[in-house]
């Protein structure tokens, strides 16, 4: 579970500088497995949400048999009235 965590933490960090400038971040999912090393997906969709469905989905399914996997995707808030922020939103799995 550490090098899950280590993973999800690397790419919340680059999710994090990805939304520094304002900017979405395009879904992503990072894997790690001894066969194929780590890699990243990015989902990008019309539509943000359809993106991070995609990537959702992917992390659920596990086609790639990824022995850790982490998700990270932009999620807009409001904590005032015209004030915005963006925060990066993660899920983990690891085998």
């Known amino acids: 579970m550490e090098r899950a965590i280590e993973l999800a933490g690397f790419f919340a960090a680059h999710g994090i500088w ?5 900017e979405p ?22 539509q943000l949400e359809d993106g991070v469905a995609q990537a959702q989905e992917y992390l659920d399914q596990n086609p790639g048999q990824a022995e850790r996997a982490a998700r990270a995707c932009h999620r807009p808030f409001h904590p005032r009235e015209g004030l915005q922020r963006g925060a990066v939103q993660g899920a983990l799995s690891a085998a």
């Open 18 to 22: 990805c939304v520094a400038e304002g």
């Open 25 to 46: 971040l395009t879904p992503m999912l990072a894997q790690e497995s001894a066969a194929y090393g780590r890699n990243m997906l990015r989902f990008a969709a019309d």
